[in-house]
């Protein structure tokens, strides 16, 4: 089975700076990986699929990028709403395995 | 407007079983895989397993296999998720998701889980 691994697990930063979170997949994936959202509460919201496509109503300071194994989640301008904790999740093979998580604060 | 909505909170003895519901609609239910996903208290998100409503084939984690079983009723557009022998470590908030899909002429690609169900507080306590 492919596993993904996250980081940082948490992150730390100031409304207006650039944010950015890793992914490696134990293997290729192409371009097979989902980013996610979630807030305190509230269920999962896909943000990027296939590794870089922005979803419909995705505010575009968020992008992904990569390909193959490392993966990569961009906020570039952080904003108080933005406060969340991160998943990339590789939708290659099932399983579809979720990385273990990046909270981000202000 | 596609949406899931999951049967409420249940609070249950260890020992015990639980079935959750899926309830789906704004798609044809039995085109899309759904899938399960477990969050145990402040943990991240663990992909249990999914099934494809029209035939009811269904794929587990190797984390979950033998311990959930995943059906589906395509006539009433609902999924389930059944939980027997219940423990502690049982206790988490359960979600259900639909698997979307892009189609390329005859090739299509399960991208995300890109619509979730509520999701569903299981609490099991003595």
């Known amino acids: 089975d492919i596993q993904v691994t996250q980081s940082p697990s948490s992150v730390t930063a100031s409304v207006g700076d650039r944010v950015t979170i890793t992914c490696r997949a134990s293997?290729?994936?192409?371009?097979?990986l989902a980013w996610y959202q979630q807030k305190p509460g509230e269920a999962p919201k896909v943000l990027v699929s296939?590794?870089?496509t922005l979803q419909s109503g995705v505010p575009p300071r968020f992008g992904g990028s990569g390909s193959g194994t490392d993966f990569t989640l961009t906020i570039s301008s952080l904003q108080p709403e933005d406060v969340a904790t991160y998943y990339c999740?590789?939708?290659?093979?099932?399983?579809?395995?979720f990385g273990q998580g990046t909270k981000v604060e202000i | 407007e596609v949406q899931l909505v999951q049967s409420g909170a249940e609070m249950k003895e260890p020992g015990e079983s639980l079935k959750i519901s899926c309830a789906t609609s704004?798609?044809?239910?039995?085109?899309?895989?759904i899938g399960w996903v477990r969050q145990m208290p402040g943990k991240g998100l663990e992909w249990m397993g999914i099934?494809?409503?029209?035939?009811?084939?269904?794929r587990y984690s190797p984390s979950f296999q033998g311990q959930v079983t995943i059906s589906a009723d395509k006539y009433i557009s609902t999924a389930y998720l059944q939980l027997n022998n219940l423990k502690a470590s049982d206790t988490a908030i359960y979600y259900c998701?639909?698997?979307?899909?892009?189609?390329?002429?005859?090739?299509?690609?399960?991208?995300?889980?890109?619509?979730w169900g509520q999701g569903t507080t299981v609490t099991v306590s003595s």
């Open positions: 998701a639909r698997l979307g899909k892009l189609c390329r002429g005859s090739n299509c690609y399960n991208y995300a889980m890109d619509v």
């Open positions: 704004g798609y044809t239910f039995d085109t899309h895989w």
């Open positions: 099934i494809w409503p029209d035939d009811s084939d269904a």
């Open positions: 293997q290729p994936i192409s371009n097979s």
């Open positions: 296939f590794a870089s």
């Open positions: 999740q590789q939708t290659n093979n099932f399983p579809w395995a």
